[in-house]
T-cell receptor, first 111, second 113 residues
C-alpha cells in the first residue's frame, strides 16, 4: 500500500518569510495529492490539491508542486502570516481507494 | 448551512463501556470515513462506507463498529474491546467513490475516565 513521509515535523518562520513542507510517496499509481490545514481542536480543512497530470498549482500565497518521477510533492506558503500557524498534512491516494496521510508539520509563524 | 457535523465535541468513556460518536452530513455525499488521530501522528483510517448499507474495515478497525443505514449518517461505536480509545476522532465525506476530495468534520475528542 501507499506510504507517505512528511518533513519537517516542526517549522518555525518569521512573519513574511516563506515556508516549504515536503512529502514523498511510495506508490507510483497515486494520482491525487491534497494538503490540509488543521487548527488546534478542529478538523482538517482542504487548502489546495493537485492531480498527477499537473506539475504545479497556485492559489494566492499557496502553491503545490509535484514531481512524479521522484515521487515527491511540496507545499509552498509565501509571505507567511501569524494566522498561517497550524498543523499541515499532506496525503496521497489512488482514486480515493487508499488515502494515506503524512504525520503532519507544525508550522509556527512568529510576528 | 452545509457541512459535516460531529457530536459530541468531548466524550468520556468508563471502563468496559461502549460509546457512540455521531457523524452527519448534508452534502449529499455517497462516501463517508472515520479516522483516528493521535498526537504527533497522521490520520489512520478506521472504517469507510462507499454507499448506504455498505462499509469496509480500514487499517485499525479492531475494537470499533459502524453502521450506514442512512446516506447522511455514519455513527462510530467504540467498544470495550478497544483498549486504548483516547484519541481525536474525525469523520469525513466525499462526493463519491473515485471523487477524491474528502471534507472533514470538527472532530470528537474521546477521553477515558
Amino acid at each position: 500500500g501507499e506510504n507517505v513521509e512528511q518533513h519537517p515535523s516542526t517549522l518555525s518562520v518569521q512573519e513574511g518569510d516563506s515556508a516549504v513542507i515536503k512529502c514523498t510517496y511510495s506508490d507510483s499509481a497515486s494520482n491525487y495529492f491534497p494538503w490540509y490545514k488543521q487548527e488546534l481542536g478542529k478538523g482538517p480543512q482542504l487548502i489546495i490539491d493537485i492531480r498527477s497530470n499537473v506539475g504545479e498549482k497556485k492559489d494566492q500565497r499557496i502553491a503545490v508542486t509535484l514531481n512524479k518521477t521522484a515521487k515527491h510533492f511540496s507545499l509552498h506558503i509565501t509571505e507567511t502570516q501569524p494566522e498561517d500557524s497550524a498543523v499541515y498534512f499532506c496525503a496521497a491516494s489512488y482514486n480515493n481507494n487508499d488515502m494515506r496521510f503524512g504525520a503532519g508539520t507544525r508550522l509556527t509563524v512568529k510576528p | 448551512d452545509g457541512g459535516i457535523t460531529q457530536s459530541p465535541k468531548y466524550l468520556f468513556r468508563k471502563e468496559g463501556q461502549n460509546v457512540t460518536l455521531s457523524c452527519e452530513q448534508n452534502l449529499n455525499h455517497d462516501a463517508m470515513y472515520w479516522y483516528r488521530q493521535d498526537p504527533g501522528q497522521g490520520l489512520r483510517l478506521i472504517y469507510y462506507s462507499q454507499i448506504v448499507n455498505d462499509f469496509q474495515k480500514g487499517d485499525i478497525a479492531e475494537g470499533y463498529s459502524v453502521s450506514r443505514e442512512k446516506k447522511e449518517s455514519f455513527p462510530l461505536t467504540v467498544t470495550s474491546a478497544q483498549k486504548n480509545p483516547t484519541a481525536f476522532y474525525l469523520c469525513a465525506s466525499s462526493q463519491g467513490w473515485g471523487r477524491e476530495t474528502q471534507y472533514f468534520g470538527p472532530g470528537t475528542r474521546l477521553l477515558v475516565l
